[in-house]
């Protein structure tokens, strides 16, 4: 057997050192810190059928010191096999396999594992971005596309990298040893929020914005099929997806819905009860042109790494609605949405944030609340709900129904009311 000093990876304190070695029979690497405590490494296991993605992938993953390939498998019933053997702390499966699929293999393990961090390999085409949708609906945790045309291995490699590796450790935070919590990532505190400008000031809510990223798709699978047909506001929303992904997903939730829910189309204008979601690869923001509101896409910059962004689309509507704006921020890695969640409460608006036991990853939401913008955090299950208690609260349904063309006779004593709120709202606007 190795000597113990071969096993471990001495670090100085930045935490560099030489790659630790494995002794045989080793299940896990873990690493020793100054101060004798031991953190985690994330062990992976890879199912594949290609022999060169099995590879590349190890390749990819092992270039990270906090990440080890516990094991491969080439196929669906030796990766579920593998996985009591094992004991990994995610497992990235391919979608498509012969014999047993990368979905079928997915269902096979939610049955044993309901928990267990699953990342999809897929491709950018509509049959891949399909059965990508459909794995996330399975209990897949995410998904990472497969980089084409590069031209280069390092190039693939690298890409992986970005893509993959944030994703690992999002889902898999490194655990220290539990004689060792001073070595614990700080856990986010929730801060109350500091009073809006227009706290205690009731105005018409006059649009819903949501940002997600990871465990969006079914974050949002439960949200908008629960509004109802007459939601009196419009919705734009930003998943970070890829293009053709996110055009999918809006005529998925469409067939689910009530409302008509939509990829965002440049001029497009927001009506009630329609919902867009932003074009992958574009950033989604809204301007007003004459009497209504339209969508307007660019290729800025990404922000956060992101395009679309949350903190793009947030900006915008702080800016255009202010306190008539509704923000919900659902689960998601990474922080796109803190800026943006910051403007509109800054402007008097509304920010709602999923909590941390629902979320998939409690990055984007935990940041908006750690920050302070968070108005309320709620399960995901309530969130549907308190949206449409909200909004109808807060007299959107008067706005809608003064605007609405329908030719059906309103009531006499509604029409001063909604007459009332009229007045209220261009006064406020003056303001």
Not at 247 to 266: F, M, V, Y
Request: net charge positive.
């Amino acid at each position: 057997m190795a000597p113990p000093e071969s096993r471990v990876r001495n670090l100085d304190a930045r935490g560099q050192g030489p790659r630790a070695l494995r002794g045989r029979g080793e299940k896990r690497r873990d690493e020793f810190i100054p101060g004798g405590s031991v953190v985690r490494t994330i062990r992976i296991l890879i199912i594949d059928d290609s022999v060169v993605i099995r590879k590349v992938l190890g390749q990819a993953l092992s270039a990270d010191p906090g990440i080890e390939v516990a094991g491969v498998a080439p196929d669906g019933h030796i990766g579920l096999s593998k996985i009591p053997q094992l004991n990994p702390d995610l497992v990235t499966l391919d979608i498509e396999m012969p014999g047993l699929s990368g979905i079928e293999t997915l269902k096979e393990l939610r049955k044993t594992h309901p928990k267990l961090p699953v990342i999809m390999f897929s491709t950018l085409t509509e049959h891949g971005a399909v059965a990508t949708l459909d794995a996330l609906a399975a209990g897949a945790s995410d998904y990472v596309t497969k980089p084409s045309n590069t031209g280069s291995l390092d190039v693939t490699l690298q890409r992986i990298r970005e893509q993959l590796i944030p994703k690992v450790r999002a889902l898999c935070p490194q655990a220290p040893d539990q004689k060792s919590p001073a070595t614990a990532a700080p856990r986010v505190v929730p801060r109350l929020p500091t009073p809006s400008p227009a706290a205690g000031v009731s105005v018409p809510i006059e649009v819903l914005a949501i940002g997600t990223s990871t465990g969006g798709p079914n974050a949002l699978a439960e949200v908008l099929p629960a509004l109802h047909s007459d939601f009196p506001v419009p919705i734009v929303v930003v998943q970070h997806m890829p293009p053709l992904f996110t055009r999918l997903l809006a005529d998925r939730l469409n067939k689910q819905s009530q409302i008509r829910i939509r990829e965002g189309i440049p001029g497009s204008l927001l009506e009630a009860g329609e919902a867009w979601i932003a074009p992958g690869d574009y950033h989604m923001v809204v301007e007003r042109q004459g009497a209504g509101v339209r969508l307007a896409m660019n290729q800025d910059p990404p922000e956060n790494s992101c395009r679309p962004a949350v903190d793009v689309l947030f900006r915008s509507i702080a800016k255009l609605y202010g306190s008539r704006a509704l923000a919900v921020v659902l689960t998601g890695m990474g922080s796109d949405g803190v800026r943006g969640a910051l403007d509109i409460r800054e402007r008097g608006g509304k920010v709602f944030v999923q909590d941390e036991a629902s979320s998939v990853v409690w990055g984007m939401p935990g940041q908006v609340a750690a920050a302070g913008s968070a108005d309320a955090i709620f399960p995901l299950k309530l969130i549907a709900n308190e949206i449409e208690r909200r909004v109808r609260s807060s007299g959107a349904w008067k706005i809608r129904a003064l605007q609405s063309k329908d030719t059906n006779p309103i009531p006499a004593e509604q029409k001063g009311e909604i007459g009332q709120a009229a007045r209220a709202e261009k006064s406020s606007r003056a303001d």
